[in-house]
């Protein structure tokens, strides 16, 4: 295996990036855009050719005046600077060199740049090789003469020669490609394909049990783990085991709580799932919310520990629109899947009027707005009618979370109202008879890391919707409606329709193939090697490449700090909010 280092990226700049920390070859390197599943489909099989347009030759400088001894002109006769121009043009012209150039990676774009470094090489340079100033002579005096002493075409050694320096990447290309196959990740995970798993999919509405029957095998095993998208499910888990005498961790990515006073690791761990071990054996692992396994930014964690868990039996809980896409995830390890059904446990009514004034609100009401500032708008006017509400948004901590649905749930509270964002779609038990939706449009990040602004999915309606009528609370039925009347006709059709099958499983490059990367391009900032990797990467029809915008900027961030590479790779998979200034510094900390 051959070492090259990376040529420099060019792309535009994207908002959000932080300056590189790096040395000066570090700095060079440009971002690549973020990944989607349509540019990073490589599903028929076939190699992708690379975009050129992506990289700017290395620089190389001219041979200055005392550099060293011109040992061609002493065996020769010095050049003629213009003879070598007209003949340099000839070259550049030829049919036959374009052609040989292309069958050695140098499409039209790479050859023209090579040309252009290679050229002003030459005629910059106070002395060249002895051996291209020989054929430069041998050329030009025989230019024009019948027996030619030289022809252009015997220039070719010497400007590949020069278009692999300034663009080193040709000479390991072959590698990089086969480093950044995604097209089969079932074999990244030898242990887990080393024994035979059960897997068994919990299928189910929100409020249907599906979880709890999952987490009672987990509670009975010998050895478990449990994976969520939020650390207050992991929290949650970790509370119910340790209450319940079955010693649990708590790990995520900004903490590590024992179970045991001595530190020692205990057999259950609750985790949010980009923390999850695939080395270690368990008896039973838990995979909660697996429709997420199509999210843009985190599927992949949710693909990694399905793929990569190794537990003899794997409980996967989520919407049975992803029964289709785990059964033939599992179909290529040559694992079964074994599909439990949950129909809802109390019945959930969409009201025929809308709320129309926060005059009408009545206790266990929950307004749900998808801004920040609806959220303080809300709340203000509903304090200006002199009624108490909880407040819930995502970027909260934890803590106050749990303190504010605390409050709403407590019937002696005076507090009956709650204020949210879509965070009350999992991860909070709360005792609430009717939601109401502020609005219905959400604002989003697309594939391209785009934001943009439209109409909630029915899978989020219904996960946001599930949360009213929770079984065994005080009320016995949930009811849905909207703040404006013109909204709940769209929020009815939107309840109305079969939520859309998950198609596709996030991927991301593995560390073990980061640190391949690494090995031949071992300049390169962790940053740029998953740029690269990216850019090269192959996925067949059922994965697609996640959006590597929050990866990146962990690895920026932490760029000027001294890590092994791995360590690195692991603290920019933790599951932080990049716009949580405290968070990014609690990290650096």
Same mark, same amino acid.
């Given at each position: 295996?051959?070492?090259?280092?990376?040529?420099?990226?060019?792309?535009?700049?994207?908002?959000?990036?932080?300056?590189?920390?790096?040395?000066?070859?570090?700095?060079?390197?440009?971002?690549?855009?973020?990944?989607?599943?349509?540019?990073?489909?490589?599903?028929?099989?076939?190699?992708?050719?690379?975009?050129?347009?992506?990289?700017?030759?290395?620089?190389?400088?001219?041979?200055?005046?005392?550099?060293?001894?011109?040992?061609?002109?002493?065996?020769?006769?010095?050049?003629?600077?213009?003879?070598?121009?007209?003949?340099?043009?000839?070259?550049?012209?030829?049919?036959?060199?374009?052609?040989?150039?292309?069958?050695?990676?140098?499409?039209?774009?790479?050859?023209?740049?090579?040309?252009?470094?290679?050229?002003?090489?030459?005629?910059?340079?106070?002395?060249?090789?002895?051996?291209?100033?020989?054929?430069?002579?041998?050329?030009?005096?025989?230019?024009?003469?019948?027996?030619?002493?030289?022809?252009?075409?015997?220039?070719?050694?010497?400007?590949?020669?020069?278009?692999?320096?300034?663009?080193?990447?040709?000479?390991?290309?072959?590698?990089?490609?086969?480093?950044?196959?995604?097209?089969?990740?079932?074999?990244?995970?030898?242990?887990?394909?080393?024994?035979?798993?059960?897997?068994?999919?919990?299928?189910?509405?929100?409020?249907?049990?599906?979880?709890?029957?999952?987490?009672?095998?987990?509670?009975?095993?010998?050895?478990?783990? /449990?994976?969520?998208?939020?650390? =207050?499910?992991?929290?949650?888990?970790?509370?119910? &085991?340790? !209450?319940?005498?079955? @010693?649990? $961790?708590?790990?995520?990515?900004?903490?590590?709580?024992?179970?045991?006073?001595?530190?020692?690791?205990?057999?259950?761990?609750?985790?949010?799932?980009?923390?999850?071990?695939?080395?270690?054996?368990?008896?039973?692992?838990?995979?909660?919310?697996?429709?997420?396994?199509?999210?843009?930014?985190?599927?992949?964690?949710?693909?990694?520990?399905?793929?990569?868990?190794?537990?003899?039996?794997?409980?996967?809980?989520?919407?049975?629109?992803?029964?289709?896409?785990?059964?033939?995830?599992?179909?290529?390890?040559?694992?079964?899947?074994?599909?439990?059904? /949950?129909?809802?446990?109390?019945? =959930?009514?969409?009201?025929?009027?809308?709320?129309? &004034?926060? !005059?009408?609100?009545? @206790?266990? $009401?929950?307004?749900?707005?998808?801004?920040?500032?609806?959220?303080?708008?809300?709340?203000?006017?509903?304090?200006?009618?002199?009624?108490?509400?909880?407040?819930?948004?995502?970027?909260?901590?934890?803590?106050?979370?749990?303190?504010?649905?605390?409050?709403?749930?407590?019937?002696?509270?005076?507090?009956?109202?709650?204020?949210?964002?879509?965070?009350?779609?999992?991860?909070?038990?709360?005792?609430?008879?009717?939601?109401?939706?502020?609005?219905?449009?959400?604002?989003?990040?697309?594939?391209?890391?785009?934001?943009?602004?439209?109409?909630?999915?029915?899978?989020?309606?219904?996960?946001?919707?599930?949360?009213?009528?929770?079984?065994? &609370?005080?009320?016995?039925?949930?009811?849905?409606?909207?703040?404006?009347?013109?909204?709940?006709?769209?929020?009815?059709?939107?309840?109305?329709?079969?939520?859309?099958?998950?198609?596709?499983?996030?991927?991301?490059?593995?560390?073990?193939?980061?640190?391949?990367?690494?090995?031949?391009?071992?300049?390169?900032?962790?940053?740029?090697?998953?740029?690269?990797?990216?850019?090269?990467?192959?996925?067949?029809?059922?994965?697609?490449?996640?959006?590597?915008?929050?990866?990146?900027?962990?690895?920026?961030?932490?760029?000027?700090?001294?890590?092994?590479?791995?360590?690195?790779?692991?603290?920019?998979?933790?599951?932080?909010?990049?716009?949580?200034?405290?968070?990014?510094?609690?990290?650096?900390?």
């Amino acid at each position: 295996m051959r070492r090259c280092a990376w040529p420099l990226l060019r792309l535009p700049a994207r908002a959000g990036l932080v300056p590189r920390h790096g040395g000066a070859a570090a700095a060079r390197l440009r971002p690549v855009a973020a990944a989607s599943s349509s540019s990073s489909a490589g599903g028929d099989g076939s190699s992708r050719a690379p975009d050129t347009s992506l990289f700017v030759p290395v620089p190389l400088k001219p041979v200055g005046d005392a550099a060293e001894e011109d040992v061609g002109a002493e065996l020769t006769r010095p050049l003629d600077k213009g003879e070598v121009l007209k003949n340099l043009n000839k070259f550049y012209k030829r049919k036959e060199i374009q052609r040989l150039g292309a069958e050695n990676g140098l499409d039209a774009r790479l050859f023209h740049q090579a040309f252009i470094s290679f050229r002003k090489y030459i005629m910059e340079s106070s002395s060249v090789s002895a051996d291209l100033h020989i054929i430069l002579n041998d050329i030009c005096c025989g230019a024009g003469k019948v027996c030619l002493l030289g022809h252009v075409d015997d220039l070719f050694p010497f400007f590949l020669r020069h278009a692999k320096q300034i663009f080193p990447m040709l000479d390991c290309m072959d590698d990089l490609r086969k480093i950044s196959d995604l097209r089969l990740p079932p074999n990244w995970y030898p242990d887990a394909r080393a024994i035979q798993r059960k897997i068994i999919f919990h299928a189910g509405p929100t409020n249907s049990g599906k979880t709890y029957h999952a987490i009672q095998r987990f509670l009975s095993a010998k050895s478990g783990i /449990y994976c969520g998208p939020l650390k =207050l499910l992991a929290h949650e888990i970790f509370q119910k &085991s340790n !209450d319940a005498n079955v @010693p649990c $961790d708590l790990v995520t990515g900004e903490e590590r709580v024992y179970a045991n006073e001595d530190a020692r690791q205990a057999p259950h761990i609750a985790c949010t799932i980009e923390m999850c071990s695939t080395n270690t054996p368990y008896e039973v692992a838990v995979i909660d919310e697996i429709q997420m396994i199509r999210d843009p930014a985190r599927g992949w964690a949710w693909t990694r520990a399905l793929l990569g868990l190794c537990a003899e039996e794997i409980h996967v809980c989520g919407e049975a629109a992803a029964i289709d896409l785990v059964t033939e995830l599992m179909y290529t390890t040559g694992e079964e899947v074994e599909v439990r059904n /949950y129909k809802r446990l109390t019945p =959930l009514t969409v009201l025929d009027d809308a709320l129309e &004034s926060l !005059d009408n609100l009545q @206790p266990g $009401d929950c307004i749900v707005c998808f801004s920040k500032n609806d959220i303080y708008s809300v709340s203000r006017q509903i304090e200006a009618r002199g009624l108490e509400c909880a407040v819930i948004y995502g970027s909260l901590p934890p803590g106050t979370k749990l303190e504010q649905a605390k409050k709403f749930n407590d019937p002696d509270d005076p507090c009956k109202i709650l204020v949210a964002t879509d965070a009350i779609g999992m991860g909070l038990n709360l005792c609430i008879k009717r939601i109401i939706f502020n609005s219905i449009v959400k604002p989003t990040i697309n594939e391209k890391g785009e934001k943009e602004i439209d109409s909630i999915t029915t899978s989020q309606a219904l996960q946001i919707a599930g949360r009213a009528g929770r079984y065994g &609370s005080s009320f016995k039925q949930g009811e849905v409606t909207t703040m404006h009347r013109d909204d709940l006709v769209q929020l009815k059709e939107i309840l109305s329709e079969p939520v859309r099958p998950v198609k596709a499983a996030g991927l991301h490059p593995t560390p073990e193939q980061i640190e391949m990367f690494a090995y031949h391009l071992p300049d390169a900032t962790l940053s740029n090697l998953i740029d690269i990797f990216v850019s090269l990467s192959q996925v067949d029809g059922l994965y697609f490449v996640c959006n590597i915008d929050d990866f990146k900027f962990l690895a920026d961030m932490i760029q000027h700090i001294p890590l092994n590479l791995r360590s690195r790779y692991v603290f920019c998979t933790a599951p932080l909010n990049r716009k949580e200034p405290f968070v990014c510094t609690t990290l650096l900390k």
